[in-house]
């Protein structure tokens, strides 16, 4: 099991940017899929943004594609989640993710490892 702790929540207004960070530690041999998921209130949690593969490939939801980036520094155990043009509807608890199966990299039932969350809040 690989623990996931994340960083770099707050608030911004409207157009803002954040960065967010994931560093894992523990078993991280082998990660089949690294996520990023939102859960607004009231709302089912949602995946953001994904890297899969090797980190050969991405995935990035119709809502954040071409604003959001992730990426992975493997030397540092470390994923990030670029957010920029940020908007009110990005408002959530924002949570990483690891699988150690194969996986559908927006999926949240084939993930197995969840960070606690980092809170995002942005204001019009």
């Known amino acids: 099991q690989v623990q996931l702790v994340e960083s770099g929540g707050g608030s911004v207004q409207t157009g803002g940017s954040l960065r967010l960070s994931c560093a894992a530690s523990g078993y991280t041999y082998r990660r089949y899929c690294m996520g990023w998921f939102r859960q607004a209130p009231g709302k089912e949690r949602e995946g953001v943004a994904a890297?899969?593969?090797?980190?050969?490939?991405?995935y990035y939801s119709d809502s954040v594609k071409g604003r959001f980036t992730i990426s992975q520094d493997n030397a540092k155990n470390t994923l990030y989640l670029q957010m920029n043009s940020l908007k009110p509807e990005d408002t959530a608890m924002y949570y990483c993710?690891?699988?150690?199966?194969?996986?559908?990299?927006?999926?949240?039932?084939?993930?197995?490892?969840w960070g606690q969350g980092t809170q995002v809040t942005v204001s019009s």
């Open positions: 890297i899969y593969t090797g980190g050969v490939n991405t």
């Open positions: 993710a690891a699988s150690s199966t194969p996986c559908s990299p927006r999926l949240v039932a084939t993930y197995n490892s």
